[in-house]
């Protein structure tokens, strides 16, 4: 089965920058379908960050994280990229991409943020 595996991240200082990766080589993209990142910071629940349509590249972002973070893909490649610029420690967190292909919706298993003060 196809899994979506993230990659990018670490230990970052507060003010800095991130890019995380997401790959889903052997997935097969069709008309809406999408890949979007989430996090979860410890104690609280995922929340959604932002999303791209692979077909047509658009974008949707949380209201709250518009501005610092940028969703984009490689088709070629199948993946997707979070870029996230300004990071603060309240940022730390989990990063999970999903991938919906054909109306199935595929997690990966994260990739850990942690930005100090």
């Known amino acids: 089965q196809v899994q979506p595996v993230e990659s990018g991240g670490g230990l970052v200082q507060a003010g800095g920058s991130l890019t995380l990766s997401c790959s889903v080589s052997?997935?097969?993209?069709?008309?809406?379908?999408?890949v979007a990142w989430y996090r979860q910071a410890p104690g609280k629940e995922r929340e959604v960050i932002a999303t791209?349509?692979?077909?047509?590249?658009?974008?949707h972002y949380t209201d709250s994280m518009r501005g610092r973070f940028t969703i984009s893909k490689d088709n070629a490649k199948k993946t997707a990229f979070l870029q996230m610029n300004s990071l603060k420690p309240e940022d730390t967190a989990v990063y999970y991409c999903?991938?919906?292909?054909?109306?199935?919706?595929?997690w990966g298993k994260g990739t850990q943020v942690t930005v100090s003060s």
């Open positions: 999903s991938a919906v292909l054909v109306g199935q919706t595929l």
């Open positions: 052997g997935g097969t993209f069709v008309g809406d379908d999408m």
């Open positions: 791209i349509t692979w077909d047509d590249g658009s974008r």
